[in-house]
């Protein structure tokens, strides 16, 4: 899994078992939980900025917030809105191809994202 960062958007570039386990592992955090991954660094962060080093899930906040902290991608999510932010990474199947991707924002939920929230697009990849 790969993660970048650029000034306005973040992105998370993964295998279909990579962002699957990331969806699991969103479902199965509960209020308070967090939980740590870290990106693989063996790629070019073109077109973006930067490689992160890591993500961290935290369920407990009152929205739903990407942001970056220093190299690490931080993604906070309320525990009665982990179905919808799972969601974004169990999208892909064995079908898809190098570049599909979905974009994970406020639009459609707006309600739901806090409103410093940053973009972000979530990418097959292998």
Partial sequence: MHLYSSD???????????????AETIIKLNNGDTHC????LDTMAEPYNELLEKIVLSCNSSKIKCSVSGKVLNLEF???????????????TSESVDGDHCHFDK?????????ESIEMVIQYGH
């Fill in 8 to 22: 306005d958007e973040l992105a998370i570039e993964g295998t279909v078992a990579e962002l699957n386990q990331l």
């Fill in 78 to 92: 309320p525990e009665n809105s982990r179905e919808i932010v799972a969601s974004y990474f169990s999208y892909f």
């Fill in 107 to 115: 639009i459609g939920n707006e309600e739901l994202f806090d409103n």
């Fill in 37 to 40: 991954l870290t990106a693989s």
